[in-house]
């Protein structure tokens, strides 16, 4: 059988099983590298900020899990947020198990795949074979070496404790039964003891049996053991890489220096299966002197996959055999001059690169004419890049003092021999500190030298980039029109022969010439053979044209033809024709692929992050080199080839989330370098905030003649356009630069530039709003003697109490002046960016108050909606979220300034007055009012004001959702979840005992006070007997019921200053969704009245939800009268409800000051208000007729009081109330009387409904 089948044709299975393996793998790394960046926070946070550190384990999990789940289920606490961690996080956790599980799968599927090729399932076709065969041991060194890759890129990505963490908390919720290859999957995977050198702290010290740091004695083979490849087979592929080039890439590097350039690619491989047979590496040294030999002669720094790099010099110091073998790579004169020889190269490089890319060198018949001296210049340019990008961060102790060491032996020997005499000289103290000095010294000189060099290194890849483009474009352009150039130049060849061959026919007119036959035969021949050149056959038409061009030159020599200029001037243009058909048909599709092998700059995918700060300030020195980033960046798009070419040869549908992938990768990489740009703009905005806020004055409406030179401000304006000069040049590069496919994703510069702008945005007005809204300072600790100390900033310190109105209101004065600073300047500059200024701040201040709102709520939700989840965070624009301040309970600004809104309209320190709709002090003084919520809207916003209300809404359903749930526990005692012990079962059993006689009580107070129009029996003993039996139960609903009014009426304050805002910023607007409402609505009431004819929007149709948000923002909405959450019917709740307010009514008195109900003394103050609101607000989230029930109950006792004790007066509060004070009824009936009063006011129910149970009249004997 013929070894050199096609194995990746669709016949061959045993080829095409293979290629689907290997492109599996492939997207089996991106998914663990794209998750690798989506680990969640709870998984990384080891603080006490976590608060799910006590439901995350690793794997001693498994020893005691039985005792470990019991502890969660017996603690209600731990319970409830076990739910809430599983709905968060359960489908990353399931992502993550299932990349690890395909990981053991690829495994298994290829040593499946090798015991079928053993045991022949593949007919004539053996493992030798397959090795034998280009494309097969291609293949199947892939297959070995993405596993190898998988697992260390696993462990270096997710190191083992995490991966512990994941695997453990998913298989908690999930268990065995559902995975059962999920024992195998944790054996392969768990911790290693490998630290990754990110990971790595400071002050790290390696054990005694780490050779390097991080790195445990016998890792990563023990690791690579855990799933052991057959060992046969590994040898195999490991001798097929030492001897053969299985990529045939020597070809392209022709010359021999670049023999580890051209084996790089089964280098890294090599390095990765060795692994796998790690005898080899111990003990096998004529083996690795081989494979150091023909792949680490002169490079020991490796890029083993995607720019991940390893030190050979450290990585195989364990390994005698291995550490021997790179001895001789890393010995000093071989460092030495291989330094020397690359870092000479690159001025030289850069000068010639500099030539080629001067405008009008670089043409087609350039190219044609220097094709190979071009390609030379090329691979040069990358070899020597690629040398010095991999080995420039070195981390060799041994490698770094040879490269420090003084080349010349004189200047060595000299500094020898100054050594003993620094060392005698340095008793004094001077000697000392000049001997310092001259360290510090070379120290400087020496870190200035590596800048220049990187530098200068830099410059190599951006112009080695560039140059690489524009060849590119111009080899395309040749092969488009090659064949069209190609026949051009044959058509005017055969013209001129034929010309030629006419004109010593001597029949052409005024030639005078005698007729020569032989000539114009040999003409006439030529003309047809150059005619009969084949363009499919350019190898066989190269070397005829050659031939060709040679008679012709030997023709000339004839006497005849040498003494007629204008024939040789025709020979002369035919020999020129000829040759640019030989040149253009030696324009191949072939140098465009060598090109992209020698341009392929996956190896610095990683290492180019430390040169991004130079480009960075290259950008900012000369913003016009951006213009050659964009073949850079192109040039960086190689990775997709080699992550991508095997899934496209198999067909795969991974191919578009893999290429997605790593095309958003090279877009991220471009955005951090080209983000300087908007930062730098935004360093500039800022100087122009300052004078457009402080400096720049407004114009009068009418200027003196005499004062118009200083109303023009010229110095200032002068200052103003030279900072918006400088915004311009900085963006001028990025907009000149062209549309670019990047993989699968287009990157529009313009876009670029605008994403880098919303970013800066961001990111500076998230950090004024997080910095300014801070109304608690973390405790200092030197606060003790700073007040010793004393001073006058102190004393106004303490003048301000940090939670005074006044610092409340300055830290939203502050706020609002700065943000309208930077509204006004950013609008300024946009026509010089070309950006909409506006319509970006809106959208940007939208995204930050909605995620900021959204995951200050999480603290309310069973399932979080993570950060990485969430709709308002982007990968590419994000939103910067700050750590919590250090004993805050709130999450970020919004929840602080919730909390301090709710501390200054607290009822322990405020009332609430509806007719001035503001919050006053005990001593009459405002709090909180219309000021305080205009400086909030000036602030935040509307955005920030409609968040805030979003988050006092959730805080009323959490309140209302404890209310009630505690009173239905109250009530009905839930069963206990396990076996309660003796006495915990005693206490439950009077629980029970004791709600059941409640509900019995309230079922007969209420058959009692039944019906409602008439009067019960013994009135006057009934309330009090049933207020004096639930009093402990009432006394408990006091609070939560006035902190529910309290944010109602917040949120009722915020609906007013939403609704007048849009009536005076768009009438418009508002009065079309006013009219837009009433007509729904009456819609809907026709549908009631008639349903057949008038039916009601469908469930899918996005009318009334959309309308809703509009009619919220817009304040045309009463959170008072809204239900917030769904309730199951507890019974009697109406006189539970009835009983509760005349348990808290006697606490209230009449203030006349105030036109309002205040508390009897200062023990323990409420707010009327906020109490009557947290009543409507707990009635309407159950039926209406409870409501009714409620008011007709209130009225039956108002009516029983009167008439009980018709003769009762109640004493004057005062000496001049004492007048007006009396009136015939019960002091017990005008506290009713007022809340009557007023929850018909807040709740928007009409008066007859409670004069239908009381007589009008009654009503006009209080103070209204």
């Known amino acids: 059988m013929d070894v050199e089948i096609d194995f990746l044709a669709e016949g061959c299975v045993a080829g095409q099983q293979l290629l689907r393996l290997v492109s599996r793998g492939n997207a089996i790394i991106a998914e663990l590298l794209r998750l690798s960046n989506h680990v969640p926070r709870a998984f990384l946070d080891k603080g006490p900020n976590n608060k799910y550190a006590e439901l995350i384990f690793d794997f001693r999990y498994f020893k005691t899990a039985e005792l470990v789940e019991h502890n969660i289920e017996s603690d209600t606490r731990l319970q409830e947020l076990d739910d809430e961690f599983r709905e968060s996080h359960h489908e990353i956790l399931k992502r993550f198990y299932l990349t690890f599980e395909s990981v053991y799968k690829y495994a298994s599927d290829f040593t499946r795949y090798l015991e079928e090729l053993d045991e022949a399932v593949f007919i004539q076709l053996t493992l030798e074979m397959v090795l034998a065969n280009t494309d097969g041991k291609q293949l199947m060194a892939e297959a070995i070496y993405l596993f190898g890759v998988m697992l260390l890129l696993t462990d270096d990505h997710l190191c083992g404790p995490l991966r512990e963490r994941l695997l453990v908390s998913y298989m908690r919720y999930r268990g065995h039964t559902d995975h059962p290859l999920a024992d195998d999957v944790c054996r392969l995977f768990r911790a290693t003891g490998y630290v990754p050198p990110s990971q790595l702290p400071r002050d790290y010290q390696p054990a005694k049996d780490e050779l390097v740091a991080g790195r445990p004695a016998g890792y990563p083979e023990r690791y690579f053991a855990r799933f052991q490849l057959p060992l046969h087979v590994v040898e195999m592929v490991i001798s097929r890489l030492r001897s053969d080039d299985i990529y045939n890439q020597v070809s392209a590097y022709p010359v021999p220096e670049h023999r580890s350039a051209a084996l790089a690619t089964q280098a890294s491989m090599l390095f990765v299966i060795l692994f796998f047979a790690p005898e080899l590496l111990r003990k096998r040294a004529a083996v690795m002197r081989e494979i150091v030999d023909k792949h680490f002669p002169d490079n020991w720094v490796i890029n083993y996959y995607m720019g991940n790099t390893v030190d050979l010099s450290l990585v195989w110091a364990p390994y005698p055999a291995a550490r021997a073998a790179i001895e001789n790579t890393i010995e000093q004169s071989n460092v030495q001059y291989v330094y020397d020889r690359m870092w000479k190269r690159v001025p030289t490089l850069n000068d010639r690169l500099d030539k080629l890319l001067t405008e009008g060198v670089l043409t087609t018949e350039y190219v044609l004419e220097r094709n190979n001296h071009l390609l030379s210049v090329v691979r040069e340019c990358n070899v020597t890049a690629r040398f010095l990008m991999l080995h420039t961060d070195l981390r060799n102790p041994r490698v770094l003092r040879i490269l420090e060491a003084p080349r010349d032996p004189d200047a060595a020997a000299a500094a020898a021999a100054a050594a003993p005499k620094k060392r005698k000289s340095s008793s004094s103290s001077a000697a000392k500190r000049q001997l310092e000095e001259e360290k510090a010294a070379a120290a400087a000189a020496a870190a200035k030298e590596k800048r220049a060099k990187n530098h200068r290194l830099l410059m190599l890849l951006l112009k080695t980039a560039q140059f690489e483009y524009q060849l590119k474009l111009l080899y395309q352009e040749l092969l488009d029109v090659k064949h069209e150039q190609w026949s051009e130049a044959q058509k005017q060849s055969v013209e001129r022969m034929e010309e030629l061959a006419d004109y010593f026919g001597g029949e052409r007119m005024l030639t005078r010439i005698k007729k020569n036959e032989n000539l114009q035969k040999w003409f006439a021949d030529i003309a047809e053979q150059i005619r009969s050149l084949d363009y499919a056959d350019s190898t066989l038409a190269g070397r005829k044209i050659h031939q060709l061009v040679q008679a012709l030159e030997e023709v000339e020599q004839f006497h005849q033809i040498e003494t007629s200029l204008q024939v040789k001037a025709f020979l002369g243009d035919s020999r020129q024709y000829l040759t640019q058909m030989m040149r253009v048909a030696n324009v191949k599709e072939h140098y465009l692929v060598m090109m992209a092998l020698i341009g392929d700059a996956s190896y610095a995918w990683v290492t180019v992050n430390r040169f991004t700060p130079m480009l960075h300030d290259l950008i900012k020195d000369r913003p016009s080199v951006i213009l050659l980033l964009r073949s850079t960046f192109l040039k960086f798009s190689s990775i997709l080839d080699l992550a991508c070419v095997r899934i496209l040869q198999a067909g795969s549908p991974d191919l578009f989330s893999v290429s997605e992938f790593y095309s958003g990768q090279v877009v991220a990489y471009v955005r951090r370098v080209l983000e300087i740009i908007p930062r730098s703009m935004f360093r500039i905005l800022s100087q122009v905030i300052v004078l457009q806020t402080t400096h720049l004055q407004d114009l009068p409406t009418k200027v003196p003649k005499e004062k118009l030179r200083a109303h023009a401000q010229l110095d200032v304006r002068y200052d103003l356009a030279k900072l918006t000069n400088q915004v311009s040049v900085f963006t001028e590069g990025i907009l000149a630069m062209e549309t670019t496919l990047v993989g699968v994703i287009q990157v529009n510069p313009r876009q670029l530039l605008e994403d880098g702008i919303r970013k800066e945005l961001v990111a500076t007005i998230a950090s004024a709003m997080d910095k300014s809204l801070i109304f608690r300072q973390p405790p200092d600790p030197d606060a003790a003697q700073k007040k010793k100390k004393g001073s006058k900033s102190d004393s106004k310190a303490a003048a301000e109490p940090p939670h005074s109105i006044s610092v409340f209101e300055s830290r939203l004065r502050k706020l609002a002046t700065y943000l309208g600073g930077l509204r006004r300047s950013f609008q300024y500059i946009q026509d010089y960016v070309s950006i909409y200024g506006l319509k970006i701040w809106q959208e940007e201040v939208s995204r930050i108050i909605n995620l900021n709102v959204e995951q200050e709520c999480n603290s309310f939700l069973k399932k979080k909606v993570l950060e990485s989840q969430s709709q ?96 239905t526990k109250t009530l009905n005692p839930p069963k206990p979840l396990r076996k309660l012990e003796l006495a915990d079962a005693k206490n439950y059993e009077l629980m029970v005992r004791s709600a059941a006689e409640t509900r019995h009580f309230l079922q007969s107070f209420n058959n009692m006070l039944t019906p409602t129009s008439a009067l019960p029996r013994d009135a006057l003993k009934v309330y009090p007997m049933a207020l004096s039996r639930l009093a402990p139960i009432l006394s408990l609903f006091v609070g939560p019921v006035t902190y529910i009014g309290q944010m109602q009426l917040i949120r009722r304050q915020i609906s007013f200053l939403m609704n007048f805002t849009i009536k005076m910023d768009s009438n418009l607007l508002s009065s079309s969704l006013e009219v837009f409402n009433k007509s729904l609505v009456a819609d809907v009431q026709a549908h009631y009245l008639n349903p057949d004819s008038k039916p009601y929007p469908d469930d899918d149709n996005p009318l009334l939800s959309e309308l809703s948000r509009y009619l919220e923002n817009a304040g045309i909405s009463d959170p008072l009268t809204k239900i917030y959450i769904t309730t199951e019917p507890i019974e009697n709740f109406p006189a539970l409800a009835f009983l509760f307010v005349l348990h808290t009514l006697p606490r209230f008195s009449y203030h006349a000051q105030l036109s309002t109900m205040v508390t009897r003394g200062d023990s323990s103050p409420l707010d009327w208000a906020a ?94």
């Open 872 to 967: 308002f965070q982007n990968e590419a624009i994000p939103v910067p979220l700050f750590p919590r301040q250090p004993g805050d309970s709130s999450v970020n600004f919004v929840g602080r300034l919730a909390e301090e809104l709710l501390y200054h309209t607290a009822c322990q320190r405020a009332i609430y007055v509806d007719q001035m709709a503001s919050w006053y002090g005990r001593d009459g003084t405002e709090l909180v009012g219309i000021r305080t919520f205009t400086l909030l809207m000036n602030a935040m916003g509307a955005f920030g004001v409609a968040g805030l209300d979003r988050l006092f809404c959730f805080k009323t359903v959490k309140g209302l959702q404890t209310f009630v749930s505690t009173l």
């Open 1171 to 1264: 109490f009557v609101v947290g009543v409507i607000t707990l009635l309407k989230q159950f039926h209406s007729m409870h409501t009714l029930q409620f008011l007709a109950q209130l009225c039956q006792y108002v009516r029983a009081l009167i008439n009980g004790a018709p003769q009762q007066t109640k004493a004057p509060a005062s000496a001049k109330q004492s007048a007006s004070s009396t009136h015939p009824f019960p002091q017990e009936v005008e506290p009713v009387l007022y809340f009557l009063e007023d929850f018909s006011k807040f709740s928007g129910l009409p008066r007859k409904t409670v004069e239908a149970h009381l007589p009008p009249f009654i009503f006009d004997h209080i103070q209204l």
